[in-house]
Every structure is written in structure tokens, then in C-alpha cells.
């Protein structure tokens, strides 16, 4: 049995004191948002507990799906790092970044300089997405959908190398027989956010899981705890969101929670039980912990 927690978008503040040579683009609306919105409905406490509990649950690995900071500054890029450490060392858990990582040009280089021991394959040198990841019976391939974009946009984009790598990818790894978890923060199925926030090219991901398979897909950014399929040559494939590692109960989005995936079995014959844990929707702060919410059986394709 292996165990796979996932977590997304802990948005981690809280922001650091800004100059403002540093708000002169689209970060100007992140900080006002932020402090109108997030600074009220995500705090530390709730992440804290969430990843206490994670820690005692001891899983095998643990995958995070990205929006690790809000409009990536340097300092929050640097605390985000050291936030990481203390989450896993970098064998035992699996980043990829998402569009608040990448919040304007330029912001993503230096993400993926200081998280780079999250996100480098076992036997790659650098960085280099898609990358691949061994972990017992799983195979855990991060795709960056980060990209910076304009102001009120937070799209995502993989672009036609990165789709091409993951097919060929998805495919060396199926015949190897690897349970196969693509982690990425943007959800690539159809219809799955607003306009404004979407894969772009997320047909070419769908089409990369159509034509060569996979087990399980993971992605963040909605903040939504939600279960939908894509297709695949052996049936459809789970694709699992999960909400903000960091939100407050009591607001529209769920509140703080991860997801933990048993994983047994063989190839064409898997098994995955999913558990969700986290912060009830009337939890209040004095007296939070965090709750076994919901198990599920997730039918793998095979
Ligand atoms: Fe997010
Ligand atoms: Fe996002």
C-alpha cells in the first residue's frame, strides 16, 4: 500500500512589507486583492493544523499542485522554500508551480531556481518539465501550466513540447506498468473554470491522456474539492481537485483540506481509496482540528 497526500494552493502569507517598486504591474491588483480577500479568508493557523495533521498521517509522498505564494515576491518565493522544508524534504515530496508563482514576467524563473529540489526528475540535472519521479509503484509526472499573464487573467498554458514529452512520457511509463499521477496545478478537463482561468491548451493534455493512458490526474487552482474524468484508452481517468490548503471556514470556497490516496495493486487491476481531511464548513478557530470528511472509492482505469 502506498500513500499519496495531496495539497494545493496554500497562497502562503502572510505578504511581506512591499515596496512600491515592486507593485508596478498586474502585482498591484494582487496586493489589493489580497488584502481585501485572501488576508481575510486564508491564514496560517489552518494551513499550520492541515499540515500537523499531515505529518502525523505520515504519508509516503506528497504531491503540491502550486500557488504556493500570491504575486511572487522575492521574499515570498524565499519563505515559500523554507515553508517546503518543513513540509518534506525534497525525496519525499513533489511540487509543480501554478499562475501565482508565475505572477509576472520573470517571477517563475526565480520560483523554479529557489524550489528547484521539489521539481527535478530522479535522474535529470535540472529542472526540465515534464518531470518524472519514481515513488514505489507510482510514477509522478509534474507539468508546469504556469505562466505569467495579464492583469485579471490567471490562464495557464503547457505548450505543444511539454504536451509532446508528456505523451511520450505517459507512454514509456505505462508499459513499464507504474501507477501513472500527473500532477499539475491548472484542471485540464473540459469546461472546468471561468475564461479568464483556464488551460489554454488543455486539449492537448486530454489528448495526450487519450491516446497513451493514465491513473490519476491532480490539480489545484479552483479551490474546489471536485471529481470529474477524462478518457482514456482503458477507461476514464479520475481528475481530482482539491480546495486552498489555507482557507478559512466559513467563506464560499470549502476550507482547508488535502486529499490522501491508498494505492495498491497491480497494472489493470489497481486500487484507490481516497480520503479527504480537513476543516468542517463550522469550524471555528479555537477549537479546530482536523477531520476525516469523506472516503471514496476511485475506480482506475484498466
Ligand atoms: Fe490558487
Ligand atoms: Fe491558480
Not at 46 to 71: K, Q, R, S
Not at 113 to 130: I, L, R
Not at 147 to 155: D, I, V, Y
Not at 257 to 279: A, D, K, T, V
Request: charged share 20%; aromatic share 6%.
Amino acid at each position: 500500500m502506498f500513500r499519496l497526500a495531496h495539497l494545493s494552493d496554500p497562497h502562503l502569507g502572510p505578504m511581506p512589507d512591499t515596496r512600491i517598486r515592486d507593485l508596478l504591474s498586474k502585482r498591484v491588483i494582487g496586493y489589493v486583492n489580497w488584502h481585501r480577500s485572501r488576508a481575510r479568508s486564508m491564514t496560517a493557523t489552518w494551513l499550520d493544523g492541515l499540515v500537523e495533521d499531515i505529518h502525523a498521517t505520515a504519508p509516503d509522498h506528497i504531491a503540491v499542485t502550486g500557488d504556493l505564494v500570491n504575486i511572487a515576491l522575492d521574499l515570498e518565493i524565499s519563505a515559500a522554500r523554507a515553508w517546503m522544508d518543513a513540509l518534506a524534504p525534497p525525496h519525499l515530496a513533489s511540487l509543480v508551480p501554478g499562475n501565482h508563482d508565475a505572477y509576472v514576467p520573470g517571477a517563475l524563473r526565480r520560483a523554479i531556481k529557489a524550489w528547484a529540489p521539489y521539481m527535478t526528475g530522479d535522474d535529470a540535472p535540472d529542472v526540465a518539465f515534464p518531470y518524472v519521479r519514481r515513488r514505489g509503484p507510482l510514477a509522478l509526472i509534474g507539468v508546469s501550466s504556469a505562466r505569467a499573464s495579464g492583469p485579471w487573467f490567471a490562464t495557464g498554458r503547457v505548450g505543444s513540447r511539454q504536451a509532446k514529452a508528456l505523451r511520450t512520457q505517459l507512454q514509456q511509463l505505462g508499459a513499464e506498468g507504474a501507477f501513472r499521477v500527473l500532477m499539475i496545478h491548472h484542471p485540464p478537463h473540459r469546461g472546468a473554470t471561468a475564461w479568464n482561468k483556464r488551460l489554454t491548451d488543455a486539449s492537448h493534455v486530454r489528448a495526450a491522456i487519450k491516446r497513451a493512458g493514465c491513473e490519476l490526474v491532480l490539480h489545484g487552482h479552483t479551490h474546489l474539492a471536485t471529481r470529474m474524468e477524462i478518457d482514456s484508452p482503458n477507461g476514464p481517468v479520475p481528475v481530482i481537485g482539491v480546495p486552498s490548503a489555507s482557507n478559512s471556514p466559513g467563506h464560499k470556497r470549502p476550507a482547508a483540506r488535502y486529499n490522501l490516496f491508498s494505492i495498491s495493486g497491480s497494472p489493470g487491476q489497481w486500487h484507490c481509496e481516497m480520503e479527504e481531511r480537513g476543516y468542517p464548513a463550522s469550524a471555528s478557530s479555537d477549537a479546530a482540528t482536523v477531520e476525516h470528511l469523506a472516503s471514496r472509492h476511485l475506480a482506475i482505469p484498466g
